[in-house]
């Protein structure tokens, strides 16, 4: 799993960077990080963002894991990038 984890950052990282996306400054996280953990919580959670969130906290994937409410924020500014990306 984690494996696939990674590469699919990877992939999504690329992707963003292909499309000419700049995160924000300010953000602590990259988009391709919470890009990254929606993924890992449709295909191995359920959809569930909290048991995502927590296992890239306890296994250590990113320098910083949002809280719930700012990933679920965050996830929903990205929303528009998601079918170009899909693509």
């Given at each position: 799993?984690?494996?696939?984890?990674?590469?699919?950052?990877?992939?999504?990282?690329?992707?963003?960077?292909?499309?000419?996306?700049?995160?924000?400054?300010?953000?602590?996280?990259?988009?391709?990080?919470?890009?990254?953990?929606?993924?890992?919580?449709?295909?191995?959670?359920?959809?569930?963002?909290?048991?995502?969130?927590?296992?890239?906290?306890?296994?250590?994937?990113?320098?910083?894991?949002?809280?719930?409410?700012r990933f679920?924020?965050?996830l929903h500014?990205?929303?528009?990038?998601?079918?170009?990306?899909?693509?």
């Amino acid at each position: 799993m984690l494996s696939r984890l990674i590469a699919a950052f990877c992939i999504i990282d690329d992707a963003l960077q292909a499309m000419g996306y700049k995160d924000d400054p300010q953000a602590k996280t990259p988009a391709s990080a919470i890009l990254t953990l929606a993924l890992l919580a449709a295909l191995e959670f359920g959809g569930k963002h909290n048991k995502a969130l927590a296992l890239a906290k306890d296994l250590g994937l990113f320098t910083h894991v949002p809280s719930p409410s700012r990933f679920n924020r965050r996830l929903h500014a990205l929303y528009p990038l998601l079918l170009p990306l899909l693509h």
